[in-house]
């Protein structure tokens, strides 16, 4: 069985960071892309950023470019997003999601998430 | 940025009858090269992390049931449900990953009449 489970959150101020980990397990994590969505409490889901398999290529969103961080350890089987400079905005659910087989950009599994509140 | 917009925002729909959520692109998702619709479809019960039901605008992921279809190309999709259950209470997001930022449409909230 796939299993997808985060950690890492809590609450922060301002600016300060955060380091969110994905443990994954139930698949060979290391032919597997990856995604981390988040949703603000109440609101829609907002793709924050891709790895590949390999860790090349990367991506994010804009509204995280430059101060979030995406890594991945294969032979840990484990996701790492690295969180700088956070601010109230980033406050939300963050999941861990597979990318699926075919269509790596799709999820077909998720975690249950983790809670990052940026409040002073 | 692609802009998701879908339709309506909430719906009502009785046990055993269709329902229909419309997603529309601001460009195409349709990448010419392999002919697919980079366009997918995911369901969020309350309290629950979403599930995947559709990629590539039409292809059901494993143990989707056959109702739940997906089907449209280039800027126009379409969710159906072709006979909702009690289970299907949820809400409906479509996303496309045609270009980064992947982007997700509001969201559609799927109740019972």
């Known amino acids: 069985e796939v299993q997808l489970v985060e950690s890492g959150g809590g609450m922060v101020q301002p600016g300060g960071s955060l380091r969110l980990s994905c443990a994954a397990s139930?698949?060979?994590?290391?032919?597997?892309?990856m995604n981390w969505v988040r949703q603000a409490p109440g609101k829609g889901l907002e793709w924050v950023s891709y790895?590949?398999?390999?860790?090349?290529?990367?991506y994010y969103a804009d509204s995280v470019k430059g101060r979030f961080t995406l890594s991945r350890d294969n032979a840990k089987n484990s996701l790492y997003l690295q969180m700088n400079s956070l601010r109230a905005e980033d406050t939300a659910v963050y999941y861990c999601a597979r990318g699926q087989w075919l269509s790596p950009e799709s999820s077909d599994s998720w975690g249950q998430g983790t809670l990052v509140t940026v409040s002073s | 940025d692609i802009v998701m917009t879908q339709s309506p925002d909430s719906l009502a729909v009785s046990l055993g009858e269709r329902a229909t959520i419309n997603c529309k692109s601001s460009?195409?998702?349709?990448?010419?090269?392999?002919?697919?619709?980079?366009l997918t479809w995911y369901q969020q019960k309350p309290g629950q992390p979403p599930k995947l039901l559709i990629y590539?605008?039409?292809t059901r992921d494993s143990g989707v049931p056959d109702r739940f279809s997906g089907s449209g190309s280039g800027t126009d999709f379409t969710l159906t449900i072709s006979s909702l259950q009690a289970e299907d209470v949820a809400v409906y997001y479509c996303?496309?990953?045609?270009?980064?930022?992947?982007?997700f449409g509001q969201g559609t909230k799927v109740e019972i009449k």
């Open positions: 460009q195409r998702v349709l990448y010419r090269s392999t002919n697919k619709n980079y």
């Open positions: 139930g698949f060979t994590f290391s032919s597997y892309s």
């Open positions: 790895i590949s398999s390999s860790s090349s290529p990367i």
């Open positions: 590539w605008a039409s």
């Open positions: 996303q496309q990953y045609y270009s980064t930022p992947w982007t």
